[in-house]
């Protein structure tokens, strides 16, 4: 079965910093893989997926994600953080059924001023 | 705007009283899920519906329970609520059962119980 972990319970970056959130996972086949955001208060929003081609992935709101197979990685990374991004990020893995799909447990993003 | 909407988005019950959260959506998407997510942890599929056919994770205890009758509308329902049922329960749709197909979530309800 598959799995997920995110490393980072919590990490604080301050505002225009580069941001990266690391997730790994357990997959025998090829994954589906999925970052969420969830804001205070809000259901989690899809901000990017991988399925299969370019490894570079590019979402909504400035976020990419990386899928790399050798480390078994799709960490997320943005440029230049804003006050906004500060909420809870979830990673997830699936096969092609949604729901046989697992979160992590999430990293929380503080941005300092 | 709205797509997935539950009510309520705070919820109160006693140890043991039974209680009904509510979803609805405006996606007219097939499948709904009911997801559990208690603190600091990662969200836990409980059960889905594809259409009328309702699919129970393994895991899932008998406790919950969930009615969807009609496209828009989806409950869950838990029986006697325990402690360890405290959590913010969420719900979502996609359109399909694919990966490709995205799941929308609505804000969920966090569930008290005291």
């Known amino acids: 079965a598959q799995s997920v972990t995110q490393p980072d319970i919590h990490i604080t970056v301050s505002e225009g910093a580069s941001l990266e959130l690391r997730c790994n996972y357990s997959?025998?086949?090829?994954?589906?893989l999925f970052w969420y955001v969830q804001s205070p208060g809000q259901g989690l929003q899809l901000l990017l997926k991988y399925f299969s081609g370019d490894t570079l992935v590019q979402g909504i709101k400035g976020f990419e994600a990386e899928f790399k197979r050798s480390q078994s990685s799709f960490n997320l990374r943005k440029p230049s953080v804003h006050w906004s991004d500060a909420a809870e990020y979830f990673c997830a893995v699936g096969p092609y059924n949604n729901n046989d799909m697992r979160f992590g447990a999430g990293t929380r993003l503080t941005v300092k001023p | 705007d709205a797509m997935v909407i539950q009510n309520p988005r705070y919820q109160v019950t006693q140890f043991g009283k039974p209680v009904t959260l509510s979803c609805s959506q405006t996606?007219?998407?097939?499948?709904m899920y009911w997801y559990q997510q208690k603190s600091s942890q990662a969200p836990k599929l409980l059960f889905h519906?594809?259409?009328?056919?309702?699919?129970n994770e393994a895991d899932t205890p008998d406790n919950f329970q969930s009615r969807r009758p009609n496209t828009s509308f989806c409950f869950l329902d838990i029986r006697s609520p325990g402690l360890g049922d405290a959590a913010m329960y969420l719900c979502a749709t996609s359109s399909g059962l694919s990966s490709t197909d995205t799941q929308y979530f609505g804000p969920g309800t966090r569930l008290t119980v005291l």
């Open positions: 996606l007219n998407h097939n499948v």
């Open positions: 997959y025998g086949a090829t994954p589906y």
């Open positions: 519906y594809y259409d009328k056919d309702f699919n």
